[in-house]
T-cell receptor, first 111, second 114 residues
Framework: DAMVIQNPRYQVTQFGKPVTLSCSQT?????MYWYQQKSSQAPKLLFH???????NEADTPDNFQSRRPNTSFCFLDIRSPGLGDAAMYLC??????????FGPGTRLLVL | GNSVTQMEGPVTLSEEAFLTINCTYT??????LFWYVQYPGEGLQLLLK?????DKGSNKGFEATYRKETTSFHLEKGSVQVSDSAVYFC?????????????FGKGTKLTVNP
């Protein structure tokens, strides 16, 4: 009965090679969030979708993009991963201003 | 802007010891406050929350009270277990335009030894 699913759990990519991380939800929440969490740090919000409206954080690099083709799915695209982009990427969902529910995360390694 | 300051870790306790992890916040308005827990290699799980002053959130023996006068939301547990070993994040909501944006503290790593 998983509610927020992230695939894959571990992703290895090469420097500069585009990579896509996936998130899906069974909660039918209208908001989906992507966070980046580097080792021993707090999660940092990259952007979120409120329904189809995309909301980017001011300090999110252009290298990071997102797509939400429908309510259930949201993707994080990293166009040209650098070594500094190695991190845990967390997807979360919420309904308006209700509590956020997090997925298990995808750990990205850049070689 | 809004911010959360959390007690620096790591914290190491023996089983059945009393736990306090301090959390204070700075915010305009009246945010909701949260404690999330992250077990090794996993995502964040909501532990408890409080949405207004003097509310007490509780779950699995953990408690925290929303104190507006001291802008605090300290996490407590009377008797910790080895299975409580994890990283604990205090957070506040920064709701704008109908969505909830969370601002996290830096996290406190708790290790409980048998």
């Amino acid at each position: 009965d998983a509610m927020v699913i992230q695939n894959p759990r571990y992703q290895v990519t090469q420097f500069g090679k585009p990579v896509t991380l996936s998130c899906s939800q069974t909660l039918n929440h209208n908001v989906m969030y992507w966070y980046q969490q580097k080792s021993s740090q707090a999660p940092k919000l990259l952007f979120h979708y409120y329904d189809k409206d995309f909301n980017n954080e001011a300090d999110t690099p252009d290298n990071f993009q997102s797509r939400r083709p429908n309510t259930s799915f949201c993707f994080l695209d990293i166009r040209s991963p650098g070594l500094g982009d190695a991190a845990m990427y967390l997807c979360a969902t919420g309904q308006g201003q209700e509590t956020q529910y997090f997925g298990p995360g995808t750990r990205l390694l850049v070689l | 802007g809004n911010s959360v300051t959390q007690m620096e870790g790591p914290v190491t306790l023996s089983e059945e010891a009393f736990l306090t992890i301090n959390c204070t916040y700075t915010a305009t308005g009246y945010p909701s406050l949260f404690w999330y827990v992250q077990y090794p290699g996993e995502g964040l799980q909501l532990l408890l929350k409080a949405t207004k002053a003097d509310d007490k959130g509780s779950n699995k023996g953990f408690e925290a009270t929303y104190r507006k006068e001291t802008t605090s939301f300290h996490l407590e547990k009377g008797s910790v277990q080895v299975s409580d070993s994890a990283v604990y994040f205090c957070a506040l909501s920064d709701g704008q335009g109908g969505s909830e944006k969370l601002v996290f503290g830096k996290g406190t790593k708790l290790t409980v030894n048998p």
